[in-house]
């Protein structure tokens, strides 16, 4: 079955990037849109946006201006990167295949920390 | 902006009861292009990814106990589970996508726990 695995830095500086890829085994994966879900600490959870196969992408209208994402068919990954972090951008990080007008599967998540 | 909530914020079931949790949208969710509700629930578990238990309202995914029931269309959904179990508790959300611009958004969730 389709496996997703987030990769990256656990920690980030204030104002710099965050930098996430997201790679899928076992599974189709041209042909597929797949998205980044946000979840801070004990809270709810936050669509980032998707990326589909020719790399078109929806964004989150309230990340759009610092958000990136981008997809490589031939490597099965997709790529995530946040620009400006701030400590509100603290939070773990899922990647997700879309299916049906929703996320499965998903990936662990990745816990990402903006803090100098 | 749309806003969508869920009902209660946390519930207390005895084992072997119903549990019952509410998802409401301010614009609906049901396209006329294939008579279909965009709208999902979640299981999340503490430590865990959220898990699809449910698509198109209704559609229970593959391997999903058949405890796990949704309803409702256009702005008003439910998520039923028939009879508690231990291994039910956790954190669900209900998940909907509007297509103007394309989005998705997640409901604020709902803490369902064992009485």
């Known amino acids: 079955q389709v496996q997703l695995q987030e990769s990256g830095p656990g920690l980030v500086k204030p104002s710099e990037t965050l930098s996430l890829t997201c790679a899928v085994s076992?599974?189709?994966?041209?042909?597929?849109?797949w998205s980044w879900v946000r979840q801070p600490p004990g809270k709810g959870l936050e669509w980032i946006g998707e990326?589909?196969?020719?790399?078109?992408?929806n964004l989150n209208m309230s990340l759009k201006s610092r958000v990136t994402i981008s997809v490589d068919n031939s490597k099965t990954q997709f790529y995530l990167s946040l620009s400006s972090v701030t400590a509100a951008d603290t939070a773990v990080y899922f990647c997700?295949?879309?299916?049906?007008?929703?996320?499965?599967?998903w990936g662990q998540g990745t816990l990402v920390i903006v803090s100098s | 902006d749309i806003v969508m909530t869920q009902s209660p914020e946390s519930l207390a079931v005895s084992l072997g009861e119903r549990a019952t949790i509410t998802c409401k949208s301010s614009?609906?969710?049901?396209?006329?292009?294939?008579?279909?509700?965009?709208l999902g629930w979640y299981q999340q578990k503490p430590g865990q990814p959220p898990k699809l238990l449910i698509s198109?309202?209704?559609t229970r995914e593959s391997g999903v106990p058949d405890r796990f029931s949704g309803s409702g269309s256009g702005t008003d959904f439910t998520l039923t589970i028939s009879t508690l179990q231990a291994e039910d508790v956790a954190i669900y959300y209900c998940?909907?996508?509007?297509?103007?611009?394309?989005?998705?958004?997640f409901g604020p969730g709902t803490k369902l726990e064992i009485k």
């Open positions: 614009q609906s969710v049901l396209y006329s292009s294939n008579n279909k509700n965009f």
């Open positions: 076992g599974g189709s994966f041209s042909g597929r849109w």
């Open positions: 198109w309202a209704s």
């Open positions: 997700a295949r879309n299916h049906n007008f929703a996320f499965d599967p």
């Open positions: 990326v589909g196969p020719d790399g078109t992408t």
């Open positions: 998940q909907q996508y509007y297509t103007n611009p394309p989005m998705f958004i």
